[in-house]
């Protein structure tokens, strides 16, 4: 019987080791055969009509048959740049999205997205972010990123990329479009939390922390396009630096896509570089670098670099340039032939009728909000609300609900968001879920950007007459998002004053914040007893927050940035090496170092205990691997979720590294009682360090492997591994 079963496991795993052959084949052919079509098409092609094609969505050639690549940003849904329509579907934000700590949800959320893509006519997105969030909140693009941590941005940025994509025999169909690794790389190493601003790391630094993402978006992924970065680096601008986009992207990752330049980035190496001295020589830069295409959006001829204006005369009297020309021509075209387009007629789009998202979308939209939230702080168990011993719930705040705009999108969906159907704030979504049952008293208190305190006494009013206060609280696209940057972190205006306010009045307070950055929140840790994080929660915020206040759902989200206790503290991020331990001892003097709230923590409704992590072998070789287990159960009275985490050492090594590294989690469903082992893999991936050579080795020696609750040493247990 045992030969039977092992005749039958080797038969299988020679069948899928055929049918990968065969993918494999199948793909190579195909390759091949756009090669031969980009080659014959490449050869009709004029001078114009070359430069013409490397412009984002440059128009169809009808001359040579070829399609229109039409783009958009995806980065949590879909939005059309200079335009706002077709109703699409806006997720949460992408800060949100991490904080589920689960990648499938990602992955389906960005397939969604494509077909809605798809919908609209567009096939290339510029989406996802890949930048680790650095821990300078000052930087308004914090909200785009996955987190601090490059292993998490990575897997979230892997499935991302694969659903927007498709993958194998789906990749780029007709359901699925090309997305955009951006911002590549190192993007928010800058030095004074400034969008595009100055700067400075070594070599190690961008290698531990940076391009990981990267590397799994080109290897894993296999993602199509990549988007470089505003800054420089080692000197030279990232759209003229051949080391980061030949040597590395291209010849040591592997990366054969196209690479689009960040929005009039090429142009910038004369305006904002000054290393250019005009904006033909910015041009030939870019082209010699392997920048592909031009992103100059709204086409303002006066900011192109590639364009026959600028192009044309100087390529016809120094013919060796028409190699780069050639070699970026034929990376678009082969995207648009991979994508179908010229087998496909281009969609004819009423703007006042098509609709591109429907309620399948929308109601999943809503769950991903509803993972996403995470709870800070619940002292004497004030959550969840009891709807049959409330009489009356006053709801106060700037970001307690907004009106649909009259132009452009919500300021509280956060950036890169289209404009939606209908949006839920927390005011629609609190009447719908209490409707008649319990009195909503609402009183706006403040604006988010203002410092008058004129509607302070209605907001006072509504929480006295109130059985309890839902305090709605944050930032919103005024005063966070891309060049949203802030010399600050407190909450902007008089919003602290109105917390300040809202608690004089003794009623029970629950803070619910709506914000797209880490914020030092010192006054609402320490006075108000039930916090909520739920970021830019999409289209459906505001009934996934009521679900949460009422005990339909059981948060539990994770957060994926560490929050400062002030922003002299900035960068604040559990990847720390070790600090000195002289004089001072590595603290600061009449302040706390650590975190407000670290990487990794949430709270739930109920609770969890976690076993002594187990080593399936102790010891393993250099080139062996093993695994850890450890048992999770719920030790309270509700069903709830659980992210489990595991973070790796090497205790002594050739060089310096981080105290801990995320290697491993997985989001797991307890009923109460249950318990689940939770496995993860220790192999070279999860153990190897950059040596002094800058080669990922494992060396011998001792591993500290913890895995708990959070990034915080007192929620983590610890088992030594050794290698030999």
């Known amino acids: 019987m045992k030969k039977l079963w092992l005749a039958g496991l080797m038969f299988a795993a020679l069948i899928n080791v055929y049918a990968q052959t065969d993918s494999k084949q199948l793909k190579t052919k195909k390759e091949a055969e756009i090669e031969k079509k980009v080659a014959a098409l490449l050869s009709q092609m004029t001078l114009e009509e070359k430069i013409a094609e490397m412009t984002q969505d440059a128009p169809a050639n009808e001359r040579l048959g070829i399609p229109e690549m039409k783009y958009g940003e995806a980065l949590h849904g879909l939005w059309l740049v200079l335009d706002y329509y077709g109703n699409t579907t806006v997720y949460p934000q992408a800060v949100a999205c991490a904080s589920t700590w689960e990648p499938e949800l990602i992955k389906k959320m960005a397939s969604q997205t494509a077909k809605e893509a798809r919908a609209l006519g567009v096939t290339h997105c510029y989406s996802p972010n890949l930048d680790v969030y650095a821990g300078d909140a000052r930087y308004g693009r914090v909200e785009e990123s996955y987190g601090e941590d490059p292993y998490l941005v990575s897997r979230m940025g892997v499935a991302f990329i694969e659903g927007l994509q498709g993958t194998g025999e789906e990749q780029f169909d007709e359901n699925h479009v090309i997305a955009t690794a951006k911002h590549f790389v190192g993007y928010p190493e800058n030095r004074r939390g400034i969008n595009g601003g100055f700067s400075d790391m070594s070599e190690r630094r961008l290698r531990e922390v940076y391009l990981p993402p990267f590397e799994a978006a080109v290897k894993e992924a296999e993602v199509g396009c990549v988007m470089p970065g505003h800054q420089d680096f080692n000197g030279a601008p990232c759209h003229m630096n051949t080391w980061l986009l030949k040597d590395i992207l291209r010849d040591e990752l592997g990366f054969d896509g196209f690479i689009v330049s960040d929005n009039n980035d090429v142009g910038r190496l004369e305006t904002m570089h000054f290393i250019a001295e005009n904006r033909t020589e910015a041009a030939i830069l870019g082209l010699k670098a392997g920048v592909d295409m031009d992103l ?13 204006n600028v192009l044309k005369d100087t390529v016809m009297q120094a013919p060796s340039l028409v190699k780069y020309i050639d070699k970026a021509v034929s990376r678009i075209l082969t995207a648009k032939y991979k994508l179908g387009l010229f087998d496909t007629k281009p969609k004819e789009i009423d703007t006042e009728t098509v609709e591109a998202g ?54 509280l969906l956060g950036g890169y968001s289209g404009l939606p159907p209908y949006y839920v704030s927390v005011l629609d979504g609190l009447k ?14 403040c604006d988010i950007d203002s410092f008058s305190k004129e509607g302070f006494p209605e907001a006072i009013s509504a929480a006295k007459k109130s059985d309890a206060v839902v305090l709605v609280v944050g930032s919103s696209h005024k005063t966070c998002g891309e060049g949203g940057d802030r010399a600050d972190l407190d909450l902007y205006g008089v919003q602290n004053e109105l917390v300040e306010a809202i608690h004089k009045t003794g009623k029970p307070v629950i803070v619910v914040l709506i914000n797209g950055r880490p914020l030092s929140i010192n006054y609402i840790a320490e006075k108000i ?61 009449f302040s706390d170092k650590s975190p407000l709230f670290p990487f990794g923590y949430g709270l739930s409704y109920t609770t969890f205990e976690y076993g002594a992590p187990k ?15 450890v048992e999770v159960t719920n030790t309270g009275d509700r069903e709830g979720d659980e992210v489990v985490q595991m973070y790796v050492r090497d205790d002594f090594a050739s060089v310096g590294r981080y105290l801990k590294l995320l290697k491993g989690f997985e989001r797991i469903t307890l009923k109460p009682g249950e318990t689940k082992t939770v496995r993860f893999k220790l192999g070279f991936d999860e153990l190897n360090i950059l040596n002094q050579d800058m080669k990922k080795v494992v060396e011998p020696g001792t591993f500290t492997i913890s895995v708990g609750a959070s990034s915080k040493a007192e929620d983590l247990k610890t088992v030594s591994l050794t290698v030999k």
């Open 296 to 308: 100059v959006i709204g086409k303002n001829v006066d900011l192109a670099t590639y364009h026959t």
């Open 432 to 445: 719908k879920k209490v409707g008649d049952n319990v009195k909503i008293n609402y009183a706006k208190g």
């Open 615 to 629: 080593l399936e072998n102790e010891s393993i070789s250099v080139d062996g691997s093993t695994t850890i287990s």
């Open 529 to 589: 007893p039930s916090v909520l994080e739920t970021w830019y929660g999409g289209m459906r915020a505001g009934d996934a927050v009521a679900n949460v206040l009422f005990g339909d759902v059981n948060p539990g989200g994770k957060l994926t940035m560490s929050f400062p206790r002030d922003v002299g503290q900035v960068p604040v991020t559990y990847l720390e090496r070790p600090d000195f331990i002289g004089s001072g001892k590595g603290q600061y003097r």
């Open 358 to 411: 429907n309620d399948e979308h929308r109601e999943f939209a809503l769950e991903i909000a509803e993972k996403s939230i995470i709870m800070l702080k619940n002292d004497n168990n004030l959550l969840p609300l009891d709807v049959s011993k409330i009489k009356s719930l006053a709801v106060i705040g700037p970001n307690a609900h907004e009106e649909r705009p009259k132009k452009g999108t919500y300021k």
